[in-house]
T-cell receptor, first 114, second 115 residues
Framework: AQSVTQLGSHVSVSEGALVLLRCNYS??????LFWYVQYPNQGLQLLLK??????LVKGINGFEAEFKKSETSFHLTKPSAHMSDAAEYFC????????????FGGGTRLMVKP | NAGVMQNPRHLVRRRGQEARLRCSPM?????VYWYRQLPEEGLKFMVY????????ESGMPKERFSAEFPKEGPSILRIQQVVRGDSAAYFC?????????????FGPGTRLLVL
């Protein structure tokens, strides 16, 4: 079985500061990992996904994430936060033998201060 | 190209009533997934359907919940005799094909409130 843990349910940064959202996974087989963003009262939008190719994955809106097998992590980063980045971010995992089921972490709400 | 459509966006029901949530996948997508998001929690997988088939319902509560995806029309998530604990946001996602690398595109969700 797979699971995802997102450390920090709330993260607050100043505009222009580095964004770091943490995600650790647990799985018995190589995982496929995703980051989604959810704006208020909207559905989830895919930011990026790791599919066992390059370990550093670049996504939309300047976000990127690095897969680190030794640390079982897939942290999301952005060099400089914008006010428009304020949203909830979800890390998710699926396995090759898990069909199409995504397992989500609890989410991290990102707040950006002016 | 319209995205995943869900209706209604908000639904209020009294305990014991039935709730019907509809999901129209993106054009050309034949795979539909339902997830539930309880307050302050992440999304939890409920069911995965293809046209006229339930592929995986391992996340569905054993009673009162059912889902279908008919040959024609939207996918329906049906909750009978709702209870307060069913209050949540229900999200539908769709993908074009089966496979872990197929991106799931999410709808805006239906927020169910049970009084």
């Amino acid at each position: 079985a797979q699971s995802v843990t997102q450390l920090g349910s709330h993260v607050s940064v100043s505009e222009g500061a580095l964004v770091l959202l943490r995600c650790n996974y647990s799985s018995s087989v190589p995982p496929y990992l995703f980051w989604y963003v959810q704006y208020p009262n909207q559905g989830l939008q895919l930011l990026l996904k790791y599919t066992s190719a390059a370990t550093l994955v670049k996504g939309i809106n300047g976000f990127e994430a690095e897969f680190k097998k030794s640390e079982t992590s897939f942290h999301l980063t952005k060099p400089s936060a914008h006010m428009s980045d304020a949203a909830e971010y979800f890390c998710a995992v699926t396995l090759n033998n898990a069909g199409n089921m995504l397992t989500f972490g609890g989410g991290t709400r990102l707040m950006v201060k002016p | 190209n319209a995205g995943v459509m869900q209706n209604p966006r908000h639904l209020v029901r009294r305990r014991g009533q039935e709730a019907r949530l509809r999901c129209s996948p993106m054009k050309g997508h034949s795979h539909v997934y339902w997830y539930r998001q309880l307050p302050e929690e992440g999304l939890k997988f409920m069911v995965y359907l293809q046209k006229e088939n339930i592929i995986d319902e391992s996340g569905m509560p054993k009673e009162r919940f059912s889902a279908e995806f008919p040959k024609e029309g939207p996918s329906i998530l049906r909750i009978q005799q709702v209870v307060r604990g069913d209050s949540a946001a229900y999200f539908c996602a769709s993908s074009e094909q089966k496979g872990v690398l197929e991106t799931q595109y999410f709808g805006p969700g239906t927020r169910l409130l049970v009084l």
